[in-house]
């Protein structure tokens, strides 16, 4: 069974930073690991995946302040924010891709202005 668990969310102002952590246990080697986010009201939107070749990928809004990285262990992935904006806030969610996709439950970030 896989299970994909995030944490690092939490309540930040403007401008701070913070680090999300995923981990996918239960497969061998996923393709490729992502976060997603969802507002409320809004529909998910892609934050930045990374693959197996440590290609990335980026949304527009959160280039040159978010990183998304490997960690050493595998299936693991971080997600650095900086120069958070309330326009951030939401529910970042982790993705393991391999054949299928696995998400994880969720981390509430919450950016205060």
Known sequence: QVHVVESGGGLVQAGG???LSCTASGIFR????GWYRQAPGKQR???ATI??????NYADSVKGRFTISRGNA???VYLQMNNLKPEDTAVYC???TLT???WGQGTQVTVSS
């Open 74 to 76: 595998e299936n693991t």
């Open 94 to 96: 982790c993705r393991a």
């Open 30 to 33: 996923a393709n490729a690991m």
């Open 100 to 102: 299928f996709h696995y």
């Open 51 to 56: 693959t197996s070749s440590d290609s990335t």
């Open 17 to 19: 930073s913070l680090r």
């Open 45 to 47: 939107e892609l934050v």
